[in-house]
């Protein structure tokens, strides 16, 4: 079975202070995971996947599989990053194909 | 590029009714996925339409019903509507199940 577990529901902080919404898995294969975004009155958008390693917005996410995490973090975080934020997994193949496991959400906020 | 769009945004229904729910997927993409999202709950896989073939199901029964057309426009049926069926329900497109997902904006469906 898949699992994606995300601790905090909330996550306050304020402008300029760094920022991780951790996010742990459980599967037994290789998954790939990823991050949405949900800003207010907007929809649900990918903001970063493992397997590209990319940095979208200044977050960074990296698939640590010893511990079975993918935390997102931000150095510096800003007004406009306030959201709610899911972590996701996707198995690779059989019943899990195409299947997007979410955690319950964070809402972050940061303060001016 | 046209987006995911979802009809209707909200309905209300009662008890033991049946509701259809429409998707209309991105141009270029042939996948649609379907979540349903609990209050306060990331959202849960449904099922994955691919072709016009049910390509996935997750934990639902089968009064949950999905079809998928030429055009990869999508519906969700669900028959015998219960109480805790009450959720925002999401349909996200995708070129191939392992593609990634852009997400509609949802239907609110509330079951009295």
């Known amino acids: 079975a898949q699992r994606v577990t995300q601790p905090e529901k909330l996550l306050s902080v304020f402008k300029g202070a760094p920022v991780e919404l951790k996010c742990n898995y459980s599967y037994s294969g290789s998954p790939e995971l990823f991050w949405y975004v949900q800003y207010s009155r907007q929809r649900l958008q990918l903001l970063l996947r493992?397997?590209s390693r990319e940095s979208i917005k200044g977050f960074t996410a990296d698939l640590n599989k010893g511990e079975t995490s993918f935390h997102l973090k931000k150095p510096f975080a800003q007004e406009e990053d306030s959201a709610m934020y899911y972590c996701?997994?996707?198995?690779?193949?059989?019943?899990?194909?195409?299947?997007?496991?979410f955690g319950q959400g964070t809402i972050l906020t940061v303060h001016p | 590029e046209t987006g995911v769009t979802q009809s209707p945004t909200h309905l209300i229904k009662t008890r033991g009714q049946q509701v259809t729910l429409r998707c209309s997927s991105q141009?270029?993409?042939?996948?649609v996925s379907w979540y349903q999202q609990a209050l306060g709950q990331g959202p849960q896989f449904i099922f994955q339409y691919y072709r016009e073939e049910e390509n996935g199901r997750g934990n639902f029964p089968p009064r949950f019903s999905g079809l998928q057309f030429p055009n990869y426009s999508s519906e969700l049926n669900v028959n015998a509507l219960e109480l805790d069926d009450s959720a925002l329900y999401l349909c996200?497109?995708?070129?191939?199940?392992?593609?990634?997902?852009?997400f509609g904006p949802g239907t609110r469906l509330t079951v009295l």
């Open positions: 493992h397997i």
């Open positions: 996200a497109s995708s070129r191939g199940g392992q593609g990634e997902q852009f």
């Open positions: 141009s270029g993409h042939n996948t």
């Open positions: 996701a997994l996707r198995g690779a193949g059989g019943t899990s194909y195409g299947k997007l496991t």
